[in-house]
């Protein structure tokens, strides 16, 4: 056995990703559907993670192999079909990884084992930035004594629900209260669901319940929280039913909305529609119509079914349905349908700023059976709004704070493009104007319900525990009904339901927007929410009762209050890229009604108006790069971010113990922001001596690119650095990374890891021989140091070097001869082709060749930049995904690629092949394209000429580039190349080099 563990050596890699990027298709009883939280890491990583660091490594490869197959299982390939197409998926087979083995006797077994290695005690782990708890939770189940902190009290609260409540009450039944009892749906579900009975002998088990012959045994919690969920849901029906009437015997499902502004040259009443279709399906087309009314002031709406297709082909019939459907809104600004007007977006925003935006409904969307329907509403319908303001005063008289009238964030923008929020600049100033009055008083309405629960509840004999986690329970309902309960919801025509609002973290402002009855069953409905929260509870208490009870703090990671830690595993905020605080205000203000009095920690959490943003006396709050707090100063909100994470690992430091090791996850879309950060770690006294990549992106989001492509996160393994390390010199340390690195890459390369994955694989190891000195000398520049980017810069050409080594049949490590941009040419054309590629990958390879995205695209003409999001002026994003909020990416905007610049586009440049930008010798790749024009056009005098100038034909490393390019290229390109190829070995080329297939088969 060595000191290292287990995840300094090795890590199953590929299983943590399959499994990872498989669960964020689960959606039935998964965390994520306790309560929205940014940027929640899969629990597969994190127990990979959890268990690889806490578990010595075994020494031998054997063992090493057999303990990672347990973990991690097998890969296996499976077709599966999925509708008319076969797919063929990978997936692991056996292994404590994969959703629903969470609780398998194999998870006992590490717990076991974990506990063997730290002398039979529970080992002490924290995770300072824990948010919606996935690492702490995994740390909880290992058996592991778990200290979770977070500094935003709606992740306190949400840690509260996921670690402590589950810890606490696993194994405790209670008496179902009496009306539950009584009630027979709720009782039908609970036989169902408890007892498993079914047909005639739950009917049976029913009526015995109702003759009280068969009073069922005690409930878990999660059917506690069903029941009084139940009860809050039953009055609110009693109170609010009128104002969700039902229309000719149909059960109204949403009611569609237009925000409205007065044109500015007739003053008509517009309504601010970015689509007029209802419904856009195969065999249902619904329109809404528009037409002046009489006086030509406003519209008259009206409902067109079964709108006729038109146009042969599919882009004619796009282009037919996309002036059909046009509403009165475009990117350069608004329409008037009554005098075609155009007003630009400052005209709106300012109409909005002066609070002078109003709102209509336009159309309701009803339960045909069938089918759903939309009409028109009725006129008692249009009324209901003003009736439901006139509750308000009342409903929220005895809530405290009343409504909120908090303010809604300013938010600075981001530098990735745009601000996460929207809300201020149309005058939504304060968090109530994002609802609707009929919403407010739904809301409210269970608020006041859910405050009252303490009462009856504590005269049924509940416990305070027992109460204190069902209210805190169904404030998680209520905050899941507020995600679809607000007025930046949008109807999705092609799948007819609502869009919740935190399908991305931001908060964004909706022209045209949905309000769902609550009363309805449809998707966003009481029912159907709290039906996903319960099955989350049920499976957050399936854990065994004597695990250790978790501490769970609110506090800034500065000052975490914590020690004698053994392993730290933490994924910090990121720089810009998601605005935690700000967007969670959204619940915070809600969730502070319904929890305000519960108990006196409660009140401590929920004390503040709003959660923590940034404190300047204390020089301490949460750790964002928010310009916005730091009067629009860019480069001072920067450096307050980076020092206040050094400040943070600078803490670990301290509260960690001396054979401690921390784990540190990165989003790693911008590879120069991470170093920036790996200095912080170093500078805080950790040794970096591992890095895995962890693919957590669903396929749906990443579009379907190369599996090089796909990981999101970068997991960075430390340990402290002893006190007494000296300074390093730079000759010494490039040796000692050289010599460390050449096993390492072969090891990764011979497990299958390829692509940006190899990289980042590559890093951690190569780190150990830089980050064991508190600094790095220059040995030939007195006073200079190698910094971290320096160094990562050799480590990270030698890892290409080595990529584009294996591909030449070379050596690792030995340098290829290749310049940069062909190396970069070719590492990118291997791994994505002519297609789309991932921005964030291409900027590592370039990186890594010593180059930037931005020279590869504007001196070198080899990339074209791709689609990255761009913000509308004042559309807002229709984005019709309806799951829940892709929690794990962190990294700015996902989705921004580029693409390589094909060669007949290259060689239009004169002198492309020549000479390079600045008078250097010209790229390889640019030569090799210049040949493929001279060789086109039949120029065969020409192209010796070209040969003879540049000497390509001594040249081994041209001939194996031009063998490679054979194999990468298809069609004229392919053919033009094979015809060289014939040619330069007809005129001499080095005969060795001209066979030697660049890329194995087996790379593919
Ligand atoms: C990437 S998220 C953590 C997500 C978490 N791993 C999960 O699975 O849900 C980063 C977290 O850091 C928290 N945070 C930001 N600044 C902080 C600070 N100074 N102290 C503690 N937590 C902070 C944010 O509230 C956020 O929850």
Request: hydrophobic fraction near 40%.
């Amino acid at each position: 056995m060595t000191n290292r563990r287990l995840i300094e050596v090795a890590f199953p890699i590929k299983q943590a990703s399959i499994d990872s990027v498989h669960e964020k298709n689960v959606r039935q009883g998964n965390i994520s559907t306790l309560h929205i939280w940014p940027a929640r890491r899969p629990l597969a990583a994190s127990r990979a993670a959890l268990i690889a660091t806490l578990l010595p490594d075994l020494g031998t490869k054997e063992e090493r192999d057999r303990l990672l197959l347990k973990l991690g299982g097998k890969v296996v390939i499976k077709t599966k079909k999925d509708g008319d197409d076969t797919k063929v998926v990978e997936e692991t087979e056996g292994g404590i990884l994969h959703w629903g083995n969470e609780s398998s006797p194999d998870v006992d077994y590490f717990r076991q084992l974990i506990r063997k290695s730290y002398g039979g005690r529970s080992p002490r782990v924290l995770d300072p930035f824990s948010g919606g708890g996935s690492i702490p939770l995994e740390a909880m189940r290992l058996g592991c004594e778990v200290t979770a902190n977070d500094l935003n009290p709606v992740a306190w609260f949400i840690l509260k629900c996921t670690l402590e409540y589950p810890q606490r009450l696993t194994e405790i039944k209670r008496p179902l209260p009496l009306f539950a009892l009584e009630n027979p749906a709720f009782m039908a579900a609970h036989l169902k669901g408890a007892y498993d009975l079914k047909g005639k002998k739950l009917e049976k088990a029913l009526q015995a319940v109702q003759l009280g012959m068969f009073p069922p045994e005690d409930a878990k919690l999660a059917w506690h929280v069903r029941a009084w969920s139940t009860w809050v849901f039953e009055q609110a029906r009693k109170d609010l039913e009128p104002l969700y009437p039902i229309v000719d015997e149909k059960t109204s499902l949403a009611y569609l909305w237009a925000r409205t502004v007065r044109c500015k040259n007739c003053r008509a009443e517009i309504p601010l529609l970015k689509t007029r279709w209802l419904c856009k399906r195969q065999n249902k087309r619904v329109l809404l119509t528009t037409t002046p009314n009489e006086t030509r002031t406003g519209v008259i709406f009206g409902i067109q079914n079964d709108v006729p297709e038109r146009g042969g082909n599919t882009a004619q019939r796009t282009a037919h349905d996309k002036v059909l459907g046009s509403g009165t809104m475009t990117k350069s600004g608004v329409t008037c349908p009554c005098c075609n007007h155009v007003m630009n977006s400052e005209y709106i925003r300012y109409e909005a700023m002066n609070l002078r935006f109003s709102a209509v409904m336009t159309a309701v969307v009803v339960d045909g059976k069938e089918t759903k329907e939309y009409r028109l509403p009725t006129d008692n319908e249009l009324i209901l709004e003003a009736e439901a303001e006139k509750l308000l005063l009342e409903i929220y008289a005895d809530i405290p704070f009343g409504i909120p009238n908090e303010q809604t964030p300013i938010g600075a923008s981001r530098k990735g493009g745009g601000s996460a929020f929207n809300l201020r600049p149309y005058g939504i100033y304060q968090w109530h104007q994002m609802f609707t009055q009929r919403q407010l008083a739904f809301m409210g309405t269970l608020v006041r319900y859910t405050r009252n629960l303490h009462d009856p509840m504590e005269q049924e004999g509940y416990p305070p525990e027992w109460i204190e986690a069902v209210i805190a329970y169904i404030a998680c309902g209520i905050s899941k009904i507020l995600d679809y309960g607000n007025t930046s919801c949008s109807w999705s025509i092609s799948n007819e339901q609502i869009t919740h609002l935190f399908n991305r973290f931001a908060l964004p402002i909706k022209w045209d927007y949905v309000e769902t009855s609550p009363f309805g069953g449809a998707s966003g409905s009481y029912d159907s929410l709290f039906a996903s929260l319960v099955r989350a509870i049920e499976t957050l208490t399936v854990i065994p009762s004597d695990l250790v009870q978790p501490r769970i703090e609110l506090s800034s990671a500065i000052d975490v209050k914590a020690q004698d830690i053994d392993v730290i595993v933490t994924d910090p905020p990121y720089y810009d890229a998601i605005p935690y605080a700000d967007t969670m205000d959204f619940f915070y203000v809600w969730l502070r009604r319904v929890l305000w009095g519960l108990n006196e920690t409660y009140n401590r959490a929920f004390a503040n108006d709003l959660t923590p943003k940034w404190d300047h006396d204390t020089n301490n709050g949460e750790l964002i790069d928010d310009a916005g707090r730091f009067g629009g100063d860019h480069v001072v909100s920067k450096q307050t971010y980076e020092d206040g994470m050094y400040r943070a690992f600078a803490r670990a430091h301290e509260v960690l113990s001396p054979d401690g090791r921390i784990v540190i996850v990165f989003g790693h879309k911008a590879p120069d922001a991470w170093e920036t950060l790996v200095s912080a770690v170093i500078r805080a006294g950790f040794v970096v001596d591992g890095s895995w990549p962890i693919r957590t992106e669903r396929e749906a989001r990443t579009r379907a690119l190369s599996s090089a492509a796909l990981s999101s996160s970068v997991w960075l393994v430390c340990r402290k650095r002893p006190e007494t390390a000296r300074p390093g010199w730079d000759h010494r340390v490039l040796e000692a990374m050289r010599a460390n690195i050449t096993v390492r890459l072969r090891d990764y390369w011979d497990a299958g890891i390829r692509g940006p994955d190899f990289v980042w694989a590559a890093t951690g190891p190569a780190m150990e021989a830089y980050s064991q000195h508190p600094v790095v000398k220059k040995a030939d520049e007195p006073g200079a140091v190698m910094g971290v980017e320096e160094f990562l810069g050799h480590v990270r050409r030698m890892v290409v070097d080595f990529m584009v080594g294996q591909v030449l049949s070379r050596e690792g490590g030995e340098t290829t001869g290749l310049d940069d941009v062909t190396t970069y040419y070719l590492l990118h054309r291997k791994d994505f082709g002519m297609g789309d590629a991932p921005a964030s990958a291409c900027i590592l390879y370039a990186l890594s060749c010593g180059l930037t995205d931005r020279a590869l695209s504007d001196q070198y003409d080899i990339l074209n930049r791709g689609s990255a999001p761009v913000e509308a002026e004042i559309t807002d994003e229709d984005d019709e995904d309806s799951g829940e909020a892709d929690e794990s990416s962190e990294g700015g905007g996902s989705g921004s690629t580029v693409r390589l610049q094909a060669w007949g586009q290259r060689v239009k440049r004169k002198t492309l092949g020549y000479e390079a930008p600045g008078g250097r010798p010209a790229p390889l790749i640019d030569q090799a394209h210049r040949l493929l024009a001279l060789w086109k056009v039949g120029d065969v005098v020409k192209v010796d000429q070209f040969l003879d100038e540049k000497g390509l034909r001594r040249s081994g490393v041209f001939s194996q580039l031009l063998q490679a390019l054979i194999e990468l290229a298809s069609g004229e390109e392919r053919a033009l190349l094979e015809s060289i190829s014939n040619h330069f070995v007809a005129r001499g080329a080095s005969p060795s080099a001209v066979t030697t297939p660049m890329f194995s088969k087996t790379d593919d």
